[in-house]
């Protein structure tokens, strides 16, 4: 029944080494997200994708980047992790018809970097 | 620019204790108030989603309900099992959703 997938749930890496996160969705929506939270704090739009055209939030760091080869699956790249961008990440999705759908988001992956 | 709070920031119950949550906005223009319940090390879930003021819904043993000005999640008879961060978002006009920091609820037995 999983409906929002992220792998891995837990990922370590280190100082400056890239780092891919994948999520990918059965219910066929056409928009996916990517949040950043950080412990305690509210989740941080970090970008999103409707349908292919890739809308970038303003304060989003360049060392993010994201890719969505198909309706199903999105990544988030990080070309060069540094100590703060340690966090929970989070994939969504929504339907896409109204502009105000619901948002179905995924388990999240742990980045932690040393 | 959009904000959304949310008080208290903890809650700490015990079961049987009935008690709400609050979440107030300041947008321009409300296309919705979602409301999601997150565990620890998960994320969040969908509870429910109110569209215009005087609007409610139920699940369980919460009920939301929504003003021009806030969000209300009442909790009654709270578990055990419902000791989560309670988070609130809103969609403005722009349609991006803005979340507030969230209600961390502690019910004991």
């Known amino acids: 029944d999983a409906m929002v997938i992220q792998n891995p749930r837990y990922q370590v890496t280190q100082f400056g080494k890239p780092v891919t996160l994948s999520c990918s969705q059965t219910?066929?929506?056409?928009?996916m997200y990517w949040y950043q939270q950080k412990s305690s704090q509210a989740p941080k739009l970090l970008f999103h994708?409707?349908?292919?055209?890739?809308?970038n939030e303003a304060d989003t760091p360049d060392n993010f980047q994201s890719r969505r080869p198909n309706t199903s699956f999105c990544f988030l790249d990080i070309r060069s992790p540094g100590l703060g961008d340690a966090a929970m990440y989070l994939c969504?999705?929504?339907?896409?018809?109204?502009?105000?759908?619901?948002?179905?988001f995924g388990p999240g992956t742990r980045l932690t970097v040393l | 620019e959009d904000q959304v709070t949310q008080s208290p920031e903890a809650l700490r119950l015990q079961e049987g204790e009935s008690s709400s949550l609050n979440c107030s906005y300041t947008?321009?223009?409300?296309?919705?108030l979602f409301w999601y319940r997150q565990d620890p090390g998960k994320g969040p879930e969908f509870l429910f989603t109110?569209?215009?003021a005087g609007e409610e819904k139920e699940k369980e043993r919460l009920k939301a309900t929504l003003t021009k000005k806030e969000s209300f999640l009442h909790i009654t008879a709270p578990k055990p099992e419902d000791s989560a961060t309670y988070l609130c978002?809103?969609?403005?006009?722009?349609?991006?959703?803005?979340f507030g920091a969230g209600t961390t609820v502690t019910v004991r037995a």
């Open positions: 109110l569209y215009s």
């Open positions: 219910l066929n929506h056409n928009v």
């Open positions: 969504a999705t929504s339907s896409g018809g109204t502009g105000a759908d619901t948002q179905y």
């Open positions: 978002a809103a969609i403005p006009n722009d349609y991006k959703l803005s």
């Open positions: 994708y409707y349908d292919k055209d890739f809308n």
């Open positions: 947008v321009s223009g409300l296309r919705g």
